[in-house]
């Protein structure tokens, strides 16, 4: 599957587009390429532009009194961008990190919002996107609350299965909030079951 194919399937699953609204969207993308260890946005850094994963993983997080805390992952067929800073246009609070090489196709907000504003079907994608974050982020508010620790790793991997194989252990312990240790016992008792 070519790459604007995999980015055509993921909008229209939000909601179908007419030919002539599809060919007007995709006028206002852009590729580009990342390297592991690159970064898409920096804390503090104005974010721009909604990515869109065709090749890669991202990492999500902040820093504060020096120590990392991860907030989300992105995966290939994913989104991805600093929404508070896009939506704010107030600098990022978050770091985005490439954890493997990567190909996106950029869309840039103030083309994205002009689209939304000529296209009933583009504005509906764009709602449907925000649902979708804001369903995303609730869901991970509820895990962290409610879950042990061993459940969210059940639930990450059975979200993500790929995750074990570009995501590190203290990236991963970051995200489920537990320390690196106690998420090597968990992963030992997870595939030993």
């Known amino acids: 599957m070519d790459s604007l194919q995999k980015l ?14 599809w060919e007007q969207f995709t006028e206002i993308l852009q590729y580009k390429s990342f390297s592991k260890g690159d970064f898409l946005v920096n804390e503090g850094e104005q974010e721009h ?25 992105h995966f290939e067929g994913e989104f991805v961008t600093a929404f508070y800073s896009l939506i704010t246009s107030k600098p990022s609070v978050v770091t985005i990190e490439f954890l493997e090489d990567a190909d996106v196709v950029a869309i840039p907000y103030n083309k994205l919002q002009e689209f939304y ?21 609730l869901e991970k508010e509820m895990e962290l609350l409610s879950l042990t620790a061993e459940e969210r790793y059940a639930r990450l991997l059975e979200k993500n299965p790929k995750i074990v194989a570009s995501v590190s252990v203290k990236h991963i312990s970051s ?4 320390q690196p240790e106690s998420l090597s016992r968990i992963r030992k008792q997870y595939f030993r079951n």
Do not use: C, W
């Not at 055509?8 to 609204?21: A, C, G, M």
């Not at 995200?175 to 537990?178: E, M, Q, R, T, V």
């Open 117 to 137: 504003t000529s296209s009933f079907n583009g504005a509906t994608v764009g709602r449907k996107m925000a649902e979708m974050q804001y369903a995303r982020r």
């Open 8 to 21: 055509r399937q993921v909008v229209f699953s939000l909601h179908p587009l007419p030919d002539k609204e």
């Open 175 to 178: 995200y489920l909030g537990i």
């Open 49 to 73: 532009n909604v990515y869109f994963l065709l090749k890669g993983t991202t990492r999500n997080y902040f820093n504060k009194d020096g120590k990392e805390f991860t907030v989300a992952f």
